[in-house]
T-cell receptor
Framework: NAGVTQTPKFQVLKTGQSMTLQCAQDMNHNSMYWYRQDPGMGLRLIYYSASEGTTDKGEVPNGYNVSRLNKREFSLRLESAAPSQTSVYFC?????????????FGPGTRLLVL | DAKTTQPTSMDCAEGRAANLPCNHSTISGNEYVYWYRQIHSQGPQYIIHGLKNNETNEMASLIITEDRKSSTLILPHATLRDTAVYYCIVRVENTGFQKLVFGTGTRLLVSP
């Protein structure tokens, strides 16, 4: 089992460019999440998908869109990147979105917006 | 979610037990205590969780006080690879969505 995988590992964008961060899990989990982590801070939830076919906003959704492509894959899109979106992005999955479910995290994508 | 308070940093000698405290004085009766850790540049990793009783798994032990207002994560024989930021989180067990609220955690440095 690869667990949660993310691509790319690192990306540099210019302001205004767009890109899509990819995430896939092979644990047959129903729920998936996107977080961002800024230097010296904890993780903040951007969007989540409680189950295939559903997505909901988290704490910091502005400037992002998501797609739950199928049960395995959950992508995060930046339509017009801004320097404030420079961060490390983590994808996670869990069996369900219920409160006690353990979340499993991917290795992260480091994004620099110039 | 109840707020948690953790020391900013701690040191531990390799091979010794690392005891990481967490205060959660406003915890509710149906809230679990979870611990995650984040090794530098990696995604957070689940360690252990508990409600009332002490818990142990292959990674660590969790000791929760009787009044549930504080807990301690114990790494019995810390290694250099245990150097990481450790997050204490409280969450309600229910069927509805609950986000993980990460604070700033405790930065544990394990030294030779």
């Amino acid at each position: 089992n690869a667990g949660v995988t993310q691509t790319p590992k690192f990306q540099v964008l210019k302001t205004g460019q767009s890109m899509t961060l990819q995430c896939a899990q092979d644990m047959n989990h129903n729920s998936m999440y996107w977080y961002r982590q800024d230097p010296g801070m904890g993780l903040r939830l951007i969007y989540y998908s409680a189950s295939e076919g559903t997505t909901d906003k988290g704490e910091v959704p502005n400037g992002y869109n998501v797609s739950r492509l199928n049960k395995r894959e959950f992508s995060l899109r930046l339509e017009s990147a801004a320097p404030s979106q420079t961060s490390v992005y983590f994808c996670a999955s869990s069996r369900s979105a219920g409160g006690a479910e353990t979340q499993y995290f991917g290795p992260g994508t480091r994004l620099l917006v110039l | 979610d109840a707020k948690t308070t953790q020391p900013t940093s701690m040191d531990c000698a390799e091979g010794r037990a690392a005891n990481l405290p967490c205060n959660h004085s406003t915890i509710s009766g149906n809230e679990y205590v979870y611990w995650y850790r984040q090794i530098h540049s990696q995604g957070p990793q689940y360690i252990i969780h508990g409600l009332k009783n002490n818990e142990t798994n292959e990674m660590a032990s969790l000791i929760i006080t009787e009044d549930r207002k504080s807990s301690t994560l114990i790494l019995p024989h810390a290694t250099l690879r245990d150097t990481a930021v450790y997050y204490c989180i409280v969450r309600v067990e229910n069927t509805g969505f609950q986000k993980l609220v990460f604070g700033t955690g405790t930065r544990l440095l394990v030294s030779p």
